[in-house]
């Protein structure tokens, strides 16, 4: 998640060249369907503890 952030923050700055701002929104864009895929996998696993 912090890699997401720091990828969030480059990109905003507008210091990034077009081919470095490419690799980062598809670093970014991997980096999301992971954590899509995580989130899915473990939706049946949370419980609330009261």
Do not use: P
Not at 18 to 30: N, P, R
Not at 31 to 39: D, P, Y
């Amino acid at each position: 998640m912090n890699r997401i952030e720091e990828i969030i923050d480059q990109l905003d700055a507008d210091e990034v060249s077009l081919d470095e701002g490419s690799e980062l929104y598809e670093e970014g864009q991997e980096l999301l369907t992971e954590i899509r895929e995580r989130l899915h996998e473990g939706q049946g696993e949370v419980i609330e503890i009261k």
